[in-house]
């Protein structure tokens, strides 16, 4: 009997302390991988086209003009703005040459780029009364940024110019629209841009001002004797734009 006891005793055992013994914990669960490109946003991210010669000597030339001059108006922006140099060039003379105007415009530019080159001198020491910025048509036609993205790109450009210019009153443009109709891919992008760029209006250092309406015709179609390409004014566009932001250009100025 005592030898059966002792056989159950030595069976049952280890059974029983399998039961009771604490099960081993679950390795906690590995975070899905995200890739450092995923984590930045190449909008707010100072970028250069050193590469590209026209655009090296064009920056060249500006921050060497930009050296010792006076300016109360500065733009800022793309080819949008860089044209101001060619097709916009009379309009530029009759409304602006007289207020001590700086030109930094380049074409095929990104939200990007503008904060490169203003990180790289071509502000100078410039403390203008107002800065004209309109920026981000290349982010949506590059690869169709993200809306919120592009807007923080603005941001950032904002930003930037109040660290080096506290004073400056800035005349934010919507981005102007682009595409034949209201139902453009591009044009509705940037309208999701522009409803975010709209919020940065504090009525004291920005203010927002939208003059679509005055570049399209009743059914919201933008005419090529406007912009004959959808996307780049021709000379009567740049009269377009000069007297309709005017009211509030003056406005700031303090004129």
Not at 170 to 183: E, H, N, S
Request: with cysteine.
């Amino acid at each position: 009997m005592k030898n059966i006891i002792l056989l159950s005793t030595l069976f049952i055992s280890p059974l029983l302390a399998q039961a009771t013994a604490t099960p081993p914990a679950t390795p906690p669960a590995t975070p899905p991988a995200t890739s450092k490109a995923a984590q930045i946003n190449t909008a707010t991210t100072p970028a250069n086209r050193l590469n590209t010669g026209w655009w090296k000597k064009r920056h060249e030339e500006k921050v060497a003009a930009a050296q010792g001059a006076e300016c109360d108006l500065i733009f800022i922006g793309d080819s949008i703005t860089h044209s101001w140099e060619g097709a916009g060039k009379k309009v530029w003379q009759k409304y602006y040459a007289a207020r001590k105007p700086f030109n930094i415009g380049f074409s095929g530019d990104r939200t990007q780029h503008v904060l490169w080159r203003m990180d790289n001198g071509e502000l100078a020491k410039f403390q203008p009364k107002v800065a004209v910025i309109m920026i981000g048509t290349n982010n949506t036609g590059h690869n169709m940024q993200k809306a919120e993205e592009t807007a923080a790109g603005v941001q950032a450009i904002i930003t930037k110019l109040h660290e080096h210019s506290p004073k400056t009153k800035v005349l934010l443009l919507a981005i102007f629209p682009r595409g034949a109709t209201a139902k453009h891919k591009m044009r509705k992008h940037n309208d999701s841009i522009n409803a975010i760029l709209k919020t940065y209006d504090n009525g004291k250092t920005v203010y927002y001002l939208d003059l679509a309406p005055a570049f399209l015709d009743k059914a919201g179609n933008l005419p090529k004797s406007v912009m004959p390409d959808r996307l780049h004014p021709k000379a009567g566009g740049y009269q377009i734009w000069a007297e309709t932001m005017e009211p509030k250009l003056k406005e700031l100025m303090g004129e």
